[in-house]
């Protein structure tokens, strides 16, 4: 069924949506305007078909679309269909979105369209003959089309620097997803792809490496050296070249906005690579790990990959080590020197001496001697004594002072012994010994007890 | 002067294996300065000579965010350090993979219960984990036992977990490490 073509264009901007998803496939599968079948039927079936739109459902059909040249062909065989160009670029047109950007392969074609034309007028017999007019017509329409393929383009890739800084705004949004690798690779292929040879294209001072090749600006700088005799020509086609590059400080705004993000980008994409290496080399560790026996599958202390860090080393929970409270591993330092000279001053320093038996010791002076016998004999004795041998050193010690020897108690022992009756010593088994100056003396203990009268 | 209530709160810090960092999180979910970290710079000397003579390693001196203590001559990785190190490279992970690191820095951001759920259920997160035997019964509650409690992340009044200064310091260290060597996919 033919349908008027106006009317199934207004339809079809009706279910606009149904047509963009289909221009979303050609555009995430190369552009090359065919759809596989199923998807439009699935379409029509979900958005056209159910809807009480009598004239949609049946102007909409794929049989119709295609009887209407809407798809200018359905391949039975592969189950796709092929999009009318126009009906790309008008939805294109429609959402500046979903509008492709020129690439340099765009622009290489544009240009050597040019170059064609021009290359074809210079080559003709002169501008009165009848294809000099064709080519002109040709030329025009050329350069009408590339004002509006540029301006179109410039807006395009707006729209994407807008695309990427909403994106790049997401990254303080910290609930949202952001991924900086994509967003740079999408960054890079941007400028790479769309804005670097849009810019060549519409930069009036561009020139191109290779024999004969000219840029679109040298072309109409040839175009309108040629018509230096009719000015009103030259100033016409010099008005559309100075309209298309001056796209060029548009291009060049885009350029700079998407460089201050790029910059950002670039670090948190930097940030993102060491992560993802300091992951992996975790990771390889790990795989070493997966080997399915029951030893030595769990990360240990020792690995390079940890080692590395030095952030923090030997964090643990000190209280439960009851370690001991001074160690001294640490390296030297004053502290320990300090300590040390503490410790030392308030060491006694004691003069090691072999020390003799007193009864190898010299014999004492006979006048000493005297001295402690009369001592002995005038002394107040105790009448109950311990251990004699000490109380009858500490006695002498008292009344000789610091002339007092080891060898004045034998003097004293021996007129105590000779003072008091011997019925009155205890000897007891324990050894005891007494050291004073080099001498030493080994006794047994002999004490003393003396009964007082008892008054009746 | 030392301040006694503080010094002994820093000593049960520092005892039970905790980082005192220069920055705390207020009630209004921003960073202020820790007053157990100032108490420790205004009696630098007297501290670090208290956990010297005690026979420990007092970390920080040179300027660090951060404080921490070691046994002296202990200058090696502890089931502690393995437990954690692994745990902040789970979440610098999963973070760098879905956000902006910023993430983890910034006061506005944080690891979300949301987060933290995703990163339980993480296959590889999962086998990371038992490899480095950080023996909780997810890792979000290793996270809270060994980053949250040691202090290598702050939580926010409204939940949310940031790094504190020694968790930043640890991911500044990460990328310098591997900014300018390569490393093959495993």
Redesign the interface.
Same mark, same amino acid.
């Given at each position: 069924m033919k349908i008027q073509k106006a009317s199934l264009l207004i339809k079809i901007l009706e279910y606009k949506d149904v047509f963009f998803t289909l221009l979303d496939y050609v555009n995430d599968n190369d552009n090359s305007n065919d759809v596989p079948e199923i998807i439009y039927l699935q379409l029509y079936n979900k958005y056209i078909a159910k809807n009480d739109d009598s004239e949609a459902s049946l102007w909409l059909t794929l049989e119709s679309l295609t009887e209407n040249d809407i798809f200018v062909h359905n391949d039975k065989n592969a189950g796709t269909i092929t999009l009318q160009a126009f009906l790309i670029e008008t939805l294109r047109f429609i959402d500046i979105e979903r509008a492709k950007e020129l690439s340099s392969t765009d622009f290489e074609k544009i240009r050597e369209q040019f170059q064609s034309v021009w290359e074809s007028i210079n080559n003709c017999s002169g501008i009165d003959s009848d294809l000099y007019h064709d080519l002109m017509a040709n030329f025009n329409e050329l350069l009408t089309t590339t004002l509006s393929k540029v301006k179109r383009n410039v807006e395009v890739l707006t729209v994407q620097a807008d695309d990427i800084a909403t994106k790049f705004e997401l990254?303080?949004d910290?609930?949202t997803?952001?991924?900086?690798n994509d967003l740079y690779q999408k960054l890079s292929s941007l400028f790479e792809k769309y804005v670097y040879p849009s810019l060549e294209f519409t930069n009036p001072k561009m020139e191109l490496s290779g024999y004969g090749k000219l840029t679109f600006v040298q072309v109409i700088d040839e175009f309108i050296q040629y018509h230096s005799k009719s000015p009103k020509i030259a100033s016409q086609i010099g008005y559309k070249k100075t309209a298309v590059t001056s796209f060029y400080k548009d291009i060049k705004k885009v350029l700079e906005k998407l460089e201050r993000y790029y910059r950002f980008v670039e670090i948190?994409r930097?940030? %993102?690579?060491?992560?993802?290496?300091?992951?992996? *080399?975790?990771?390889?560790e790990?795989?070493l =790990?997966r080997h399915g026996k029951s030893r030595n599958?769990?990360?240990t202390?020792d690995l390079e990959v940890?080692?590395? %860090?030095?952030?923090?080393?030997?964090?643990?929970? *000190?209280?439960s080590k009851f370690?001991?409270? =001074?160690?001294w591993?640490?390296p030297l330092?004053t502290?320990h020197f300090k300590?040390w000279f503490e410790d030392l001053k308030d060491t006694e320093i004691v003069e090691e001496v072999d020390h003799d038996s007193v009864f190898n010791a010299p014999c004492i002076s006979l006048q000493r001697e005297k001295e402690i016998i009369e001592w002995c004999m005038a002394h107040d004795w105790d009448r109950n004594v311990d251990d004699i041998h000490q109380y009858i050193q500490t006695e002498l010690k008292k009344a000789f002072s610091n002339q007092y020897l080891l060898t004045d108690l034998l003097a004293g022992l021996e007129s105590f012994f000779a003072i008091v009756d011997s019925k009155f010593y205890q000897r007891h088994p324990n050894k005891e010994n007494i050291i004073e100056g080099k001498y030493y003396m080994d006794y047994l203990i002999i004490s003393l007890t003396v009964q007082e009268p008892s008054h009746v | 002067m030392f301040d006694k209530r503080k010094s002994i709160e820093i000593y049960h810090q520092l005892m039970n294996g905790k980082v005192i960092n220069k920055h705390k999180i207020v009630n209004d979910g921003t960073r202020a300065e820790n007053g157990l970290y100032s108490e420790i710079i205004e009696n630098l000397d007297d501290y670090s000579k208290q956990y010297i003579m005690a026979g420990y390693e007092f970390v920080g001196l040179e300027g660090l965010p951060y404080f921490y203590i070691r046994e002296a001559g202990t200058d090696y990785i502890s089931d502690l350090d393995r437990k954690i190190y692994i745990l902040l490279l789970i979440i610098f992970r999963y973070v760098s993979q879905k956000y902006s690191m910023d993430k983890l820095t910034h006061e506005a951001g944080g690891l979300s219960a949301f987060d933290l759920e995703e990163i339980d259920n993480d296959e590889s997160f999962k086998e990371l984990a038992h490899k480095a035997q950080i023996g909780a019964a997810s890792i979000s509650k290793g996270i809270e036992t060994n980053l949250v409690n040691k202090n290598f992340m702050l939580a926010k009044p409204t939940g949310e977990l940031v790094l504190s200064d020694v968790g930043q310091a640890f991911l500044e260290e990460v990328k310098g490490i591997y900014s300018n060597i390569e490393i093959d996919n495993y």
């Open positions: 990254r303080h910290h609930n997803s952001y991924n900086a948190d930097a940030n %993102y690579l060491s992560i993802e290496k300091a992951f992996n *080399h975790l990771g390889q790990v795989e =790990l599958k769990y990360l202390n940890l080692n590395q %860090y030095h952030t923090f080393k030997h964090l643990a929970f *000190h209280k370690s001991k409270k =001074l160690a591993k640490a330092s502290i300590q | -």
